[in-house]
């Protein structure tokens, strides 16, 4: 709390800061009009794309491209933007985390503005995550509840994961076609869909889609994200964020689409989310929850239309996309209300407002019949496009009529749980309380209620800027579609109708249903969050196995992997590179082969003896012989140095040994006999670096270096030593700080001897 | 001599390794003391090695006369020699006081940084 506390003081209630507080709003709004600038351009079927270059090397730019998906989709951002930050200002006027809020949205504001903007895919890429990580903040805004901590990350890590398979699809992409640009890739789309990889690719950017637009079996993150506070659902994970990857399948779709396997997967997983989701949004009595189920559906159904992929399929898509994000968007503003208003957001809590609160219902109801679907709104025109889709489906037409068709009616008896019950009725507990918003709450949810009426009129102004340019964007081609409120009786007309009826008749029998399915709930079935969990658990006990299994904590252990792992990189290096020759053997004289045996007699004596002794002894034996190669092969100084060292070292070894456990005892592991896997290794070790120094030794050596030090060391250093003259000289610097790794280890020696000899408390682990 | 030195090496290394796989601080020791002298041959070795012509100018010269020794390897190895010794020393007072403090040269029952597991 405290940290809490000294942040956030309480919203200073100034008028000033009123005033300020409508700021971000005003932006985004202004962001709104400049995007509006665009239409007459977009309408007429034109693009505008900007680029700068950024990571020229790996053809990575700052490219901008609007089209009509961008512009719809940008329109949406900064408009809904506006009126929730709008609405933000209002609803939480007296939290003290109210400016943290609005900065919040405001980043992932612009981030989710970046997705849909840029050309490019990797800089699309780095604003989808950016979007995850600004929803994770967002849903966890709540920080001090567990529980919105819990579903913030689960949000993140579902999305982050998906994120991580898209950068591969990417990627792949990216090398098959040598562009990143999401513009450019559709003229590669024969070479895309006839490599090999395309099966990949599509997996992988589709897991990515899926993650982050919440399609079955990934869908349990989004009705958990309703953690977050009411306005942040409304924009992120109904209006906006959600859709990214609708965007991006609609976007990738004239490069990856037009296969069987976009088709089926699309159709059947689009087809069975936006089923189970509506079951699902049947069942919840907290009607944000309900919502929440219903953007998922919404999903589906976005998704098996890019699916579909025909020419009304693409029109149904985008015209559902606007309307879906107008109507749902008012209607969790208008929920907000109703929880802050009653108290309450269960439905069976919830009845006879509509007497104090005319103003609300009017937008509840406005949004209501948008959503139901009825005429003269733009949901209806959406619906029409949609089973004028689906009739005409290339394949399989009835299995996709049963699911928009089940789909739409349940979202019918959704509509109306939210639009009507609460408003209707004998005024529970709840509404006693209850009064009309303040202004500020009110107009946002009004005008997204309210455009949806507009446009549903206004269909050919509708159809030419919004829904045609779009459906052009992800169709890759102009497309063909009468956008209209009327089309003659025919079977859309007739499937909209029956549709209405059901519809109706579900709300009325919602009590049963809702019973009949919490009792298959509570069964255990359609539990896809458990896969989560389960996933989640074994990862940590993997990560606790790996541990155990890596992590020994026996000194033994991890010498054997390091000597291990050096050998095998060693010899993978040598058989890769083919560098096994046979040396000539030269014969050498006598002295020479007995330096040579005298070594590595010593070096193998040290390795088996046990008496400290003899490996004392060895160990100068081999000192002392080194140094005799070093004065046979001119280097006087290096033996110089050699002999003084291995003097030095004996005594220092000798006198410390006194203070060391007997051989006996130090060795007693010894007396289990000699340990044949350790030699085998030692050996192939040893090997391997035999074989290297002869592969080297194959090679010209290149004597530039040593030229100059031999021309220059007389005439310019005045010796005529050369290896004096290079360490004190030429290379002195290295000298020093070789003398001063010396004079470090010998302060830390001497720190170690004259510290106080204690022995701490065997705590059982130390024996 | 350079094949010969090169199969040397191979026999010292294989030689340390084992020393070192032991767990016994003191035969790591060992084998730490005869992989620095290998790691020294194999720098020598790979500058190649010219029989007895030391790297030096004579009087009134600017530079050596003939084929001489390579010099660049030999400060390198003279250098490696010091820190080597330095190193070792160090080493050597650390298992010291590991067995002032802890009662063992084994490596294995040095358990203060990572405890034994309840199970184990």
Known sequence: ?767 | MEPALAILIGVIVAASLYLMLSGNMVRFLFGLVLLSNAANLVIFVGGRLTYAAPPLVPEGLYAPVGVVANALPQALVLTAIVIGFGLLAFALVLVHRAYQVLGTVEGDDMRVAEPRADKG
């Not at chain 1, 919404?298 to 996309?321: E, K, N, R, V």
Request: hydrophobic letters at 60%; proline letters at 4%; charged letters at 10%.
């Open chain 1, 1 to 767: 709390m405290t940290a809490v506390a000294s942040t956030e003081r309480p919203a200073a209630s100034g008028a000033a800061e009123r005033v300020w507080r409508l700021f971000p709003a005003l932006l985004s709004a202004s962001a709104f009009l400049w995007f509006l600038t665009f239409l007459p351009v977009i309408g007429a079927g034109e693009v505008v794309r900007v680029a700068w270059p950024w990571v020229p090397g790996m053809g990575i730019e700052l490219s901008f491209l609007i089209d009509g998906l961008a512009l719809v989709f940008a329109l949406l951002i900064t408009g809904i933007g506006a009126l929730v930050l709008l609405y933000t200002a209002s609803y939480f006027a007296t939290h003290p985390g109210l400016w943290r809020l609005l900065i919040l949205l405001g980043l992932f504001e612009l981030s989710m503005l970046g997705v849909v903007l840029a050309d490019n895919l990797i800089l699309m890429f780095v604003f989808w995550e950016l979007t995850t990580v600004t929803s994770f903040l967002l849903v966890g805004f709540d920080h001090e509840k567990a529980d919105a901590r819990a579903k913030a990350l689960q949000a993140l890590l579902v999305t982050l994961a998906g994120g991580l398979a898209l950068l591969a699809g990417i990627l792949l992409l990216g090398i098959l076609t040598g562009t990143f640009e999401a513009s450019a890739l559709s003229a590669h789309s024969e070479l895309i869909q006839d490599s090999g990889f395309y099966v990949v690719i599509v997996v992988l950017v589709l897991l990515g889609c899926f993650t982050k637009s919440a399609q079955f079996p990934f869908h349990f993150w989004l009705p958990n994200a309703m953690a977050a506070p009411t306005p942040v659902s409304a924009y992120l994970h109904s209006a906006t964020m959600v859709k990214a990857g609708v965007y991006l399948m609609a976007r990738l779709n004239p490069s990856l689409g037009g296969t069987d396997l976009w088709f089926w997967t699309l159709v059947l997983f689009g087809g069975v989310t936006a089923v189970l989701a509506s079951v699902w949004a049947l069942r919840q009595t907290d009607l944000k929850l309900a919502l929440a189920y219903t953007t998922v559906m919404a999903l589906g159904a976005l998704t098996m239309m890019i699916g579909i992929g025909h020419d009304y399929a693409l029109a149904a898509a985008s015209a559902f996309l606007v309307v879906h994000a107008l109507y749902k968007a008012a209607l969790f503003l208008t929920i907000g209300i109703l929880d802050k208003k009653a108290g309450t957001r269960e439905v069976d809590q919830l009845g006879g407002l509509g007497r104090k609160m005319w103003a609300t219902w009017l937008v509840a109801a406005l949004a209501g019949l948008s959503m139901a679907g009825l005429p003269p709104f733009f949901g209806f025109i959406s619906k029409e496009l949609l089973y004028e889709a689906v009739v005409t489906a290339p394949a399989v037409p009835i299995l996709v009529v049963v699911f928009a068709f089940s789909a739409s009616a349940m979202m019918v008896a959704v509509a109306a749980a939210v639009a009507v019950k609460p408003f209707v009725g004998a005024p529970t507990k709840a509404a006693e309380k209850a009064g009309e918003p303040p202004f500020g709450m009110w107009i946002g949810p009004a005008i997204l209620a309210g455009l949806g009426l507009v446009l549903g009129v206004l269909p050919a102004f509708t159809g030419s800027f919004f829904v045609l340019p779009t459906a052009l964007s992800i169709a890759g081609q102009p497309v063909e579609a009468k956008v209209a409120l009327w089309h003659g009786i025919n079977l859309p007309l007739i499937l909209s109708i029956l549709t209405i009826a059901t519809g109706v008749v579900i709300y009325l029998k919602l009590s049963a249903i809702r019973g009949a399915l919490a009792g298959a709930e509570a069964r255990g079935i359609w539990d896809a969050e458990r896969g989560y969990d389960w996933s989640l658990a074994n990862l940590k006990r993997f990560a606790a196995w790996q541990t155990d299994a890596i992590q020994t904590g026996r000194v033994t252990d991890y010498i054997f992997w390091t000597t291990a792992s050096l050998g095998a990189l060693l010899w993978w290096a040598i058989v890769a590179g083919g560098f096994i020759g046979v040396p000539a053997l030269q014969a050498l004289p006598l002295i020479e082969w007995a330096i040579l045996g005298l070594i590595a007699f010593a070096s193998i004596a040290v390795a088996v003896t046990h008496s400290r002794l003899i490996a004392i002894v060895g160990l100068g034996v081999v000192g002392i012989a080194i140094a005799g190669i070093f004065v046979l092969y001119g280097a006087i100084d290096v033996a110089m140095t050699q002999l003084l060292v291995e003097t030095l070292f004996v005594v220092i070894v000798v006198v410390a040994l006194l203070k060391l456990p007997r051989l006996r005892t130090a060795f007693a592991h010894w007396q289990k006999g000699p340990r044949w896997g350790h030699a085998t290794l030692s050996a192939v070790v040893g090997a391997g670096v035999t074989v290297a120094l002869l592969a080297v030794l194959e090679t010209d050596l290149d004597r530039r270096i040593t030229t100059f030090f031999e021309q220059e060391s007389a005439p310019s250093a005045f010796g005529r030593n050369v290896v004096n003259v290079i360490l004190v000289d030429f290379r002195a610097l290295d000298t020093f700080g070789e003398l001063a790794v010396v004079v470090i280890a010998a302060l830390g020696a001497y720190a170690l001897l004259r510290l106080k000899a204690e022995r701490p408390e065997p705590k059982g682990d130390a024996r």
